[in-house]
């Protein structure tokens, strides 16, 4: 079984940046390169929502609109962990950040991954 792990949340004041992390691990019958990650929030009273996510395939990313240029997404094969570095923050960024694993595609849709975290809190204060 899949399992992921995401770290690296924490209290910062607006304009502060964070690195989140994503560690995958459980591998049996399919390698951890053969799977798009996306980084999901979950403010509360609001539904969650795809913030980035990359491509198994060719590397290609996905970022909202309200984070692109602010936010980056890496992977690193040989760790077997995707990164989500947040420059920039706002208060709106507030919110529980997830990572997800899916092998057959990607995109911003977190119906369509299979395998989830248990989630990073990320405070922004002004």
């Known amino acids: 079984e899949v399992q992921l792990q995401a770290s690296g949340g924490g209290l910062v004041q607006a304009g502060g940046s964070l690195r989140l992390s994503c560690v995958a691990s459980g591998f049996t019958y399919d390698d951890f390169d053969d799977y798009a990650i996306g980084w999901f929030r979950q403010a509360p009273g609001k539904e969650r929502e795809g913030i980035s996510c990359?491509?198994?395939?060719?590397?290609?990313?996905y970022y909202r609109d309200s984070v692109k240029g602010r936010f980056t997404i890496s992977k690193d094969n040989a760790k077997n962990t995707v990164y989500l570095q947040m420059n920039s923050l706002k208060p709106e960024d507030t919110a529980v950040y997830y990572c997800?694993?899916?092998?057959?595609?990607?995109?911003?849709?977190?119906?369509?991954?299979?395998?989830w975290g248990q989630g990073t809190l990320v405070t922004v204060s002004s």
């Open positions: 997800a694993a899916d092998a057959q595609g990607w995109g911003p849709n977190p119906t369509l991954y299979d395998y």
């Open positions: 990359i491509s198994a395939r060719d590397g290609s990313t």
